[in-house]
């Protein structure tokens, strides 16, 4: 007879494996929010005393307020505790041209790539409508009321708006080390998982099938050094780069990407504000700078400032130069003496996220610069997926296992060609770096093929091959248009389509210059959070 999997255990913590954690017992061990009398599942998260996570991946999409709303946190509690502040997009800048590009283009030119999309989408196109303005207007102010709130540094929502719930669509900042506590406070309160303080020192692999419930290859118990053998039904591996599970015992391949996509080293650095009253940006900056780009996510405490670039086309010494550059507007002489941390990128991913009765999720799967984001998000991904998913016995694994890996490689390859479309519209001639981006043996092939098509119509839904879209159109929309990319415009549009293409922009137009009036500021609602909340759904 078929076991039913009811024992999981996840090695590593931070936030893959507290998060990991968090859905599958709300998904599983809880009803409406309440425990479960009897839960279905026996999770255990095991968790080395002397491994720090690593500490990145402060930026969220939109989806992890559902993700915190599903595992029965109040977004009143997270942003407090976490030291959080709302991000409604990103917003790049000087990516466009350097001082010696087209003597034509702007420089400190800047675009934004918001969370909301376009006026009257996914029911009206509006992109081909706006070809013919734009010279005038730029496309995110013309579709979309985030560019000018955010360059207001105005909320998406306003006191009175419930708990994640929204007037403009968004995620969050968030302090990574404050976030896993808070997670791993909530799992082990609320929702009764197991944690475990400990090293894991051996892993045993099935040499042969003992069926019904092991095949070969299975991992059948992890080993710790002072709470012994640990068993379970499923592996989940949150170990980050060591893959102790997925690389190092299962030997599951790594597809490095570094000839996509070349970053592979971050300086990172926490810059204290001069006014504890500053205001908080809405959006993440991403500067382009000489050989790689520099993030700067605005927190209520703080700012999370990091230069990200290529140690095949720099050294150390002078990526530090840069940021010290970048920072020295705000601190003066003392940029001079900040002491970043050093973070090496190995951009890639597994072949597989789920081999045998292992899932591998966060870095343990894969991990690439942090352009858009999008490590929490695959996170979030992998976990919901493992969760609402979730193999009756040992017989439906496999299945399930292949439809979830087919998915996987779907999205690392949308993200990897995603993220490569940044660079390859760029008409930044400052260094090697960015020549080596426009190198035709360095873009995909299926990007090539699409930035053709793009230059006759604009991006729609009909141009991806993907079941499950992680960038919608509208987002290759923003930064095409953005980045000003040239095309065609539509020889014929219908009358009565121009009209209502006409009264959106106009109706956009209003609401920006509305929102802009009541919206309060990050830093005004954060600060009436502490003394109100939010209301409960």
Known sequence: MQKAITKIVIVGGGSAGWITAGLL????????????????????????????????????????RSTLQKIGISETEFLLSCDASFKQGSRFINWQTSQDSKPNLPINHSYLHPFSLP???????????????????????????????????????QITTAEYSFINNYGYHLNAAKFSALLQQHC?????????????????????????????????????????????????????????LIGQTLKVPFICQKAVLFNDSALAIQVPYADPQSPIAS??????????????????????????????????????????DYLTPALGDKAADINPRKLNIAPGHRQVCWQNNCVAIGMAAGFIEPLEASALALIEWTAKA???QLPANRHTMDSIAKRVNQQFQQHWQQIIEFLKLHYVISHRSDSDYWHDHRNESSIPDALKQQLE???????????????????????????L???????????????????????????NSQKAQRLSQILPSNRELLNKLTTYGFAKI
């Not at 309440?34 to 095991?46: F, G, V």
């Not at 070969?216 to 780069?241: N, P, R, W, Y």
């Not at 790689?292 to 996510?297: A, M, V």
Request: include cysteine; hydrophobic fraction near 35%.
């Open 481 to 507: 248009y953005g980045m000003q990319f040239d095309t065609q415009q539509p020889e014929q549009l219908k009358p009565s389509m121009k009209l209502q293409a006409q009264q959106l922009f106009t109706e």
């Open 453 to 479: 098509l793009w230059r006759y119509q604009a991006p729609n839904q009909h141009d991806f091959i993907y079941r499950e879209m992680l960038f919608p159109a509208a987002s290759y929309q923003y930064v």
């Open 283 to 324: 959006c993440t900056h991403s500067t382009a700078q000489t050989h790689g780009w520099i993030w700067d996510i605005g927190l209520p405490s703080r700012r999370g400032v990091g230069h990200v670039y290529s140690s095949s086309h720099t050294s150390d010494d002078q990526a530090l130069t840069q940021l010290i």
């Open 119 to 157: 006026i009257g989408e996914p029911q009206f196109a509006i992109a081909p409508y706006w070809l013919p303005y734009q010279q005038q207007v730029s496309f995110a102010d013309a579709v979309c009321q985030q560019d000018a709130i955010s360059k207001l540094s105005l909320a998406p929502k």
């Open 386 to 388: 493992v969760a609402n």
């Open 188 to 244: 082990t309160q609320k929702l009764r998982v197991n944690h475990v303080l400990d090293h894991v020192s051996s892993i045993n692999v099935a040499q042969q099938d003992n069926l019904p419930n092991i095949k070969a290859g299975d991992i059948t118990h992890v080993m710790t050094k002072q709470h012994g053998e640990i068993d379970a039904d499923l592996f989940i591996d949150c170990s980050g780069v060591s893959a102790l």
């Open 25 to 64: 017992a709300a998904e599983h061990n809880a009803d409406n929010g309440h425990l479960s009398p009897s839960p279905k599942l026996d999770i255990t998260l095991i968790e080395s005393p002397d491994v720090a996570p690593i500490g990145v991946g402060e930026g969220t999409w939109p989806s992890m």
